[in-house]
Nanobody, 126 residues
């Protein structure tokens, strides 16, 4: 089974930046999508960004467009989430997740993803 390990979460001030990393325990299959989800207290888990592993094509939720960037390095089995211009509403536990067999469109639904990291806390102070 694939193991995903996130790192990089911390306390930052509003307007600051963070870079989260997620390392997979094995090579990622070419049909895969790797996503970053987040879950804030009292809110549902939501997709923040996702990337097609083979092509690098990306999707973003509207609230982070222009501020966050997802990227991946196949050779390192690693995906990053660069977060700029952070806002207090970005505070959440961030999870990386792997959809092993995605065809067609990237899914925004957490149930589509087969493997999950245990999360890393991002706290943005105002």
């Amino acid at each position: 089974q694939v193991q995903l390990v996130e790192s990089g979460g911390k306390l930052v001030q509003a307007g600051g930046s963070l870079r989260l990393s997620c390392v997979a325990s094995e090579r990622i299959f070419s049909t895969s999508v790797m996503g970053w989800f987040r879950q804030a207290p009292g809110k549902d888990r939501e997709l923040v960004a996702a990337v097609w592993w083979s092509s690098g094509s990306t999707v973003y939720t509207d609230s982070v467009k222009g501020r966050f960037t997802i990227s991946r390095d196949d050779a390192k089995n690693t995906v990053w989430l660069q977060m700029n211009s952070l806002k207090p509403e970005d505070t959440a536990v961030y999870y990386c997740a792997l959809d092993m067999s995605r065809f067609g469109s990237i899914s925004y639904a957490s149930g589509s993803y087969n493997y999950w990291g245990q999360g890393t806390q991002v706290t943005v102070s105002s």
